[in-house]
């Protein structure tokens, strides 16, 4: 088996898993779930991921590390269930803290085994072509465009971390723009999750059509 094959493999089952694990994850929450709109309901649930303890955080921590790390796995679920869990406002600190975190991790990773690593998990020709688009050339442009692309809604936010690797921006200036920057689109994510279990489903709705697009970007580039 080759390289590509194995690291193909890897991939698969890796994301099998993932979604085997969100799946269980809803279906152990799924009991108190049912009842949100009461009182009882919302302090059930709570029970429960505060009854989780380390291991509901290590769990979300490893579904978002699987999230960046693969690429074709849309963020939003993960996020949401972030804000379902622990709230707007803690759910988008941790997700923050996660997404520097293992950010930093691949970009490091880049630097050291550079290309080919993110062929192994990228499209060649489409990394390529960001890498040798006009709008990377100018080195003293590449923070700003980087700044914007991570604003930006429907932007493939996850390969840019892999890209950025091969960039000439500072590793400081790089774990600043790719952490911050994610902010608003973490923070709708983590709202909407808030928003749930407080049963303002208008609300949920609406952001998960607009976050949809995000995550569909992100997949066609795998």
């Known amino acids: 088996m080759s390289r590509k094959e194995k690291v ?3 991939k698969i089952i890796l994301g099998i898993a993932v979604i085997a694990l969100l ?10 779930m ?5 009182v009882e309901g919302k302090i059930a649930f709570k029970e429960k991921i505060d009854g989780s303890g380390v291991l509901g955080v290590l ?3 490893g579904l978002q590390l699987a999230q960046i790390f693969l690429i074709i796995i849309p963020g939003e679920p993960i996020e949401i269930l972030a804000g379902m869990c622990y709230g707007s406002v803690w759910g988008t600190v941790f997700i923050m803290a996660s997404a520097a975190i293992i950010s930093t991790s691949i ?3 880049v630097r050291k085994l550079g290309k ?4 192994d998990f990228c499209d060649e020709k489409k990394v390529s072509k960001i890498e040798n688009s006009k709008l990377f050339q100018n080195p003293r442009k590449i923070e700003f465009i980087m700044l914007i692309l991570f604003l930006l809604p429907g932007t493939p936010k ?3 971390v892999y890209v950025a690797g091969l960039l000439p921006i500072k590793p400081s200036r790089f774990i600043l723009i790719s952490t911050f920057a994610r902010f608003p689109s973490v923070i709708s994510s983590t709202l909407a999750g808030d928003n749930v279990v407080n049963r303002k489903l208008e609300s949920w709705n609406f952001v998960i059509c607009c976050n949809s697009v995000d995550g569909w970007s992100n997949s066609t580039y795998c």
């Open 34 to 38: 049912r009842n949100l709109s009461t």
């Open 59 to 61: 769990t979300l921590f």
């Open 158 to 160: 996850d390969l840019l």
């Open 23 to 32: 799946v269980g994850i809803i279906i152990y929450l799924l009991p108190v």
């Open 116 to 119: 080919r690593f993110v062929y």
């Open 8 to 10: 193909r493999t890897f």
């Open 107 to 109: 970009y490091l990773l």
